[in-house]
């Protein structure tokens, strides 16, 4: 399967990083990685991981495109929750080097760079920490080492992460008398369907950005006016929620 030209590159370059020092090492990671995204490492792999944090205990919850894990689709990051408490544990096993399985990871709390989008806006959590704290509590352990939620929190989760957090990005209308404004990357609206379905929900059609901001303010999955504020830089249909 083909690589990306940034991991190509990066797999070129990894032999020297060892000669060159520590300088060499940290000007090719800034130069390859200027967003300091995370990796899971190659050598350690999505498989790796998850066994090194079941064998740590440490608290957390695969949000979303868990089916076939640990294989993860070309393209796609792999997106985790974890507790406080897990933060350095998850952090030690990953790395900035671009040559791996590339993961968001959240914390309940958004701590220490485990916000969404942190290198944009610093310490603001991707969930409300009340729902965060839900999540986490949800987590079914897998024979992998990987924790998923259940099928409720597993359909509210994502419906949280294509209204507040994608936005138009989702692919979604904004209602149901507007087109959608982009073209998202998953089909949300055939999914949420089939989840909800699966969780006991009928969802209103067609699934619009407002409709699922009317249902999940119904559930009481929202996240409170000063959560909405901080995260409107990176999603602009908040905007219309003022």
Known sequence: MAISKRKA??????????????????????MLNRKGK?????HLGVAGFFRALSDAD?????????????????????????????????????????????????????LRGTGYKPNSIHNVPAFAPRIAREILVSAQPQDG????????THFL???????????????L???ENSPPRREGSRDY?????????RAGFELAQPVTLASLDAFLRSEGWYPDDAHLKALAPTNSWIEVLS
């Open 9 to 30: 590159l990066a797999r070129a370059i990894t032999p020297f990083r060892a000669i060159f020092g520590q300088g060499f090492r940290n000007w090719t990671t800034r």
């Open 38 to 42: 995370l990796y899971v490492p190659r």
């Open 58 to 110: 440490a608290d957390h919850v695969v949000l979303r495109w868990f089916e076939d894990l640990p294989h993860v689709d070309r393209g796609h990051d792999l997106d985790i929750l974890v507790s406080d408490r897990s933060i350095d544990t998850v952090r030690n096993l990953l790395s900035e080097w671009p040559d791996g399985q590339i993961i968001d990871f959240y914390s309940e709390t958004g």
């Open 145 to 152: 080492g990987w924790s998923i939620p259940d099928a409720r």
């Open 157 to 171: 989760g994502l419906a949280y992460h294509a209204v507040y957090l994608k936005g138009y990005a989702s692919g």
């Open 173 to 175: 209308p904004p209602d």
């Open 189 to 197: 609206a055939s999914v949420l369907t089939e989840l909800g379905q």
